[in-house]
């Protein structure tokens, strides 16, 4: 059965020092201290230590081998989307990362499949690079829960949903710049708090801003199964139904209307969660993501479905089909 992880991580093995070339703080540079190890620091601090799976496709290729997985959706780590930097410097880093991953896709055609970065700061130069990137052989791109703070209905981020519709491109909301996390330093809890609770803030705002009424060919997959929003959901319609003045103020449709029209991936480390998932979305819309090849992934890339005794053409729709309908590919170029 083929099996494609729409969930992972990947960067060049050599970024340029922005901070030096654009004089600010803020980008992320690579200190390759040691043997296949790598820091990640921004400015003096000290980020994430990474390995060479993080940036080397033979070694990640021979690593999803052990876990009989075909394919690899790939996208940058979301520390470098750059949205804080000025508008032509976020475009310069956005192609940079691109250009990097075209050239990993066309390379391993049938290994790797590209979602892009936008300088989503700077809308009109984001829908360009949209533009360019499709020309390139990326077939969607990953963008931030909020982007600097703000949230996904903005009418500003029109111009790119309306570009992502109109390129036939898809959509990954990835969880980043949790909220909050200046108050929760300790335990980890920006990742296991305010991660998923980012994602139900993407969802709710594109819900109620209403941009699937607006744009109803966007094909979008948000990632962690939801975060928390598929398990709040009933909290979520109570407040619709009862504060219409508050929550129906841009769009008088149920939120729960969305399932099954968005996508979400697997990521749940729970089988009882993940059958919650499934019977809310239907598993022609839950994707298999690991969020590879970080520690708090299901780095055995599903495995655990494959022991949950589901109906075949379920795990199938899961390993593959719903990707591939996500990302408007053909199962045959896979194979
Ligand atoms: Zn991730």
Same mark, same amino acid.
């Given at each position: 059965? &083929?099996?494609?992880?729409?969930? =992972?991580?990947?960067?060049?093995k050599n970024?340029?020092?922005? +901070?030096?070339?654009?004089?600010?703080?803020?980008?992320?540079r690579l200190d390759h201290h040691k043997s296949s190890w790598a820091r990640?620091?921004?400015?003096?601090? *000290?980020?994430?230590?990474i390995?060479h799976?993080?940036w080397?496709?033979?070694?990640?290729?021979?690593?999803?081998?052990?876990?009989? =997985?075909?394919?690899?959706?790939?996208? =940058?780590?979301?520390? &470098?989307?750059?949205?804080?930097?000025?508008?032509? $410097?976020? @475009?310069?880093?956005?192609?940079?990362?691109?250009?990097?991953?075209?050239?990993?896709?066309?390379?391993?055609?049938?290994?790797?499949?590209?979602?892009?970065?936008?300088?989503?700061?700077?809308?009109?130069?984001?829908?360009?690079?949209?533009?360019?990137?499709?020309?390139?052989?990326?077939?969607?791109?990953?963008?931030? +829960?909020?982007?600097?703070?703000?949230?996904?209905?903005?009418?500003?981020?029109?111009?790119? !949903?309306?570009?992502?519709?109109?390129?036939?491109? /898809?959509?990954?909301? $990835?969880? !980043?710049?949790?909220?909050?996390?200046?108050?929760? /330093?300790?335990? !980890? @809890?920006?990742?296991?708090?305010?991660?998923?609770?980012?994602? +139900?803030?993407?969802?709710?705002?594109?819900?109620?801003?209403?941009?699937?009424?607006?744009?109803?060919?966007?094909?979008?997959?948000?990632?962690?199964? /939801?975060?928390? *929003?598929?398990?709040?959901?009933?909290?979520?319609?109570?407040?619709?139904?009862?504060?219409?003045?508050?929550?129906?103020?841009?769009?008088?449709?149920?939120?729960?209307?969305?399932?099954?029209?968005? !996508?979400?991936?697997?990521?749940?480390?729970?089988?009882?969660?993940?059958?919650?998932?499934?019977?809310?979305?239907?598993?022609?819309?839950?994707?298999?993501? /690991?969020?590879?090849?970080?520690? @708090?992934?299901?780095?055995?890339?599903?495995?655990?479905?494959?022991?949950?005794?589901?109906?075949?053409?379920?795990?199938?729709?899961?390993?593959?089909?719903?990707?591939?309908?996500?990302?408007?590919?053909?199962?045959?170029?896979?194979?």
């Amino acid at each position: 059965m &083929l099996k494609i992880d729409m969930h =992972t991580h990947i960067i060049p093995k050599n970024l340029p020092d922005w +901070s030096k070339e654009f004089g600010y703080d803020g980008f992320i540079r690579l200190d390759h201290h040691k043997s296949s190890w790598a820091r990640m620091m921004q400015g003096d601090q *000290f980020f994430r230590e990474i390995n060479h799976n993080c940036w080397d496709p033979e070694v990640r290729i021979k690593e999803y081998d052990k876990f009989n =997985t075909h394919v690899q959706v790939v996208c =940058t780590i979301p520390v &470098l989307f750059a949205y804080f930097a000025q508008p032509e $410097h976020g @475009l310069k880093v956005a192609k940079f990362l691109n250009d990097d991953l075209s050239n990993l896709v066309n390379k391993y055609p049938k290994k790797y499949i590209g979602l892009g970065t936008l300088p989503m700061q700077a809308p009109e130069m984001a829908v360009e690079e949209l533009y360019r990137i499709k020309k390139n052989g990326l077939v969607g791109v990953q963008i931030g +829960s909020n982007i600097n703070n703000k949230n996904l209905n903005e009418p500003e981020f029109f111009p790119i !949903w309306e570009a992502c519709e109109k390129l036939g491109l /898809s959509v990954l909301v $990835h969880p !980043w710049n949790m909220m909050g996390k200046e108050h929760m /330093s300790r335990y !980890w @809890l920006p990742w296991l708090v305010g991660m998923p609770a980012e994602t +139900s803030r993407a969802m709710c705002s594109m819900i109620f801003g209403g941009i699937f009424e607006k744009f109803p060919l966007l094909r979008v997959n948000f990632c962690h199964a /939801s975060g928390s *929003f598929l398990s709040t959901l009933g909290r979520i319609e109570q407040g619709f139904n009862c504060r219409p003045d508050l929550v129906a103020i841009d769009n008088n449709h149920n939120p729960k209307k969305y399932c099954g029209q968005f !996508w979400v991936d697997c990521i749940t480390h729970n089988p009882e969660m993940l059958n919650y998932v499934l019977k809310m979305q239907g598993s022609k819309r839950v994707t298999l993501g /690991s969020d590879y090849p970080f520690p @708090l992934g299901d780095l055995e890339i599903g495995e655990f479905i494959n022991k949950m005794q589901l109906e075949e053409n379920v795990v199938e729709d899961i390993f593959c089909n719903s990707t591939l309908e996500w990302l408007n590919l053909k199962k045959e170029d896979y194979l």
